[in-house]
């Protein structure tokens, strides 16, 4: 199969989506949160997992673990798909589409970020004022993953003003 194959020279009017990458790392029962710097055009002060963009000639798995090692100097061990997420911004010809991670990190022993300040917190004791709005829903959902656990998909859009609505596709 060649390139043409592929269909995306005739492809320029369909949707299209930026890939990302998103990870929750723990350490014991803590997770380690990522505190937008004040710099940030995207959720500036706000806690998040570390991610990013996916950039050409990388795979999904390959993005997030460049993304940790940027963002956080960890080596982690047992990364896995928790689940992908199409967030819907209101574009009719771009959306995102992220893939959410969990890692286990062995030590707390991070580097600092330019993305922001990196913080150790307890699973049980998230945030939640203080977290990207989705946070409050999507972390507990993907710590509370097993290994088997098959990748949660969900949906995000925003309604008539302008909030969050997240849709969990039914448990497989």
Not at 50 to 73: C, F, K, P, Q
Not at 74 to 89: E, I, P, Q, S
Not at 92 to 100: A, D, E, P, T
Request: glycine letters at 12%; charged letters at 20%; one cysteine or more.
């Amino acid at each position: 199969m060649g390139r043409d194959d592929q269909g995306v020279a005739r492809s320029g009017k369909r949707y299209q989506v930026i890939p990302r990458t998103l990870c929750f790392i723990t350490h014991g029962a803590d997770v380690l949160l990522l505190r937008g710097g004040p710099h940030k055009r995207l959720w500036p002060g706000l806690c998040n997992g570390v991610g990013g963009h996916v950039e050409r000639g990388e795979d999904i798995y390959s993005a997030a673990l460049r993304e940790i090692t940027e963002e956080t100097g960890l080596a982690v061990h047992d990364l896995r798909l928790a689940g992908v997420v199409h967030a819907d911004v209101g574009d009719s010809g771009v959306g995102i589409l992220f893939f959410v991670f969990t890692a286990i990190a062995p030590s707390r022993h991070v580097k600092p970020s330019e993305e922001g300040t990196l913080e150790w917190v307890p699973a049980t004791d998230l945030p939640a004022g203080q977290m990207v709005e989705d946070l409050p829903l999507l972390l507990p959902k993907a710590l509370a993953m097993g290994p088997a656990d098959p990748p949660f998909f969900a949906h995000y859009s925003y309604d008539e003003h302008d909030r969050l609505v997240i849709a969990f596709a039914p448990a497989v």
